[in-house]
């Protein structure tokens, strides 16, 4: 499976992004997408996920202002974030998990969020 981001970029707090992520190649089995994200010094944590049945789960600091969509084919996976705080500045990376006789995961290659204050 691959996972391709894209939709990052440089905005002013308040203002608004979309990121997008599109799997290709093996995606037959694919379960749960979602996004996580790293800043600077900073371990990776969870953005957002959304199952094949479309439950969705949220970090309570992006709860209200991040909205988790997928495609009707479900394989690709979009972040609409509203309301940038600077804090939300970080690199944000593409995950699946895959189910076959156990659970595989796969991450895309991150692209840069960036809020300016």
């Known amino acids: 499976v691959q996972l391709q981001a894209s939709g990052g970029g440089l905005v002013q707090a308040g203002g608004s992004l979309r990121l997008s992520c599109a799997a290709s190649?093996?995606?037959?089995?694919?379960?749960?997408m979602g996004w996580y994200r790293q800043a600077p010094g900073k371990q990776r944590e969870l953005v957002a996920t959304i199952s094949s049945g479309d439950s969705t789960n949220y970090a309570d600091s992006v709860k209200g202002r991040f909205t988790i969509g997928r495609d009707s084919a479900k394989i690709t996976v979009y972040l609409q974030m509203n309301s940038l705080k600077p804090e939300d500045t970080a690199v944000y990376y593409c995950?699946?998990?895959?189910?076959?006789?156990?659970?595989?995961?796969?991450w895309g290659q991150g692209t840069l969020v960036t809020v300016s204050s």
């Open positions: 995950y699946a998990m895959k189910r076959v006789i156990g659970f595989e995961n796969y």
């Open positions: 190649g093996s995606t037959s089995g694919i379960n749960v």
